[in-house]
Nanobody, 115 residues
Framework: VQLQASGGGLVQPGGSLRLSCAAS????????MAWYRQVPGKQRDLVAS???????TYAVSVKGRFTISRDNAKNAVYLQMNNLKPEDTAVFYC??????????WGQGTQVTVSS
């Protein structure tokens, strides 16, 4: 499974961005998908995840502002981010796990929230 993330960029506080992640390869084996983020010098943290039957979970810090969704027909997962805050600045990574519990990571996409 290969994951290709896109959609990062620079946005002002209070603005919105939508991240996309397209999966290719053995997509039929994908179970859960998620978005993580990481700032320099800190661990990579889970932002949101979604199961194969579209059940989402969110980190407390983003609940009510971020929405994760997936389109199985397009083998894609999305992260709609609203009311962005400077503390959301990070590199965001797409993640997938297959039925054998093998993990896959996409390349990071930078999100910068600044005025």
């Amino acid at each position: 499974v290969q994951l290709q993330a896109s959609g990062g960029g620079l946005v002002q506080p209070g603005g919105s961005l939508r991240l996309s992640c397209a999966a290719s390869g053995s997509v039929g084996s994908i179970d859960g998908m998620a978005w993580y983020r990481q700032v320099p010098g800190k661990q990579r943290d889970l932002v949101a995840s979604i199961t194969s039957d579209d059940m989402p979970t969110y980190a407390v810090s983003v609940k009510g502002r971020f929405t994760i969704s997936r389109d199985n027909a397009k083998n894609a997962v999305y992260l709609q981010m609203n009311n962005l805050k400077p503390e959301d600045t990070a590199v965001f990574y797409c993640f997938a796990v297959d039925w054998r519990r093998t993990f896959y990571w996409g390349q990071g996409t930078q999100v910068t929230v600044s005025s």
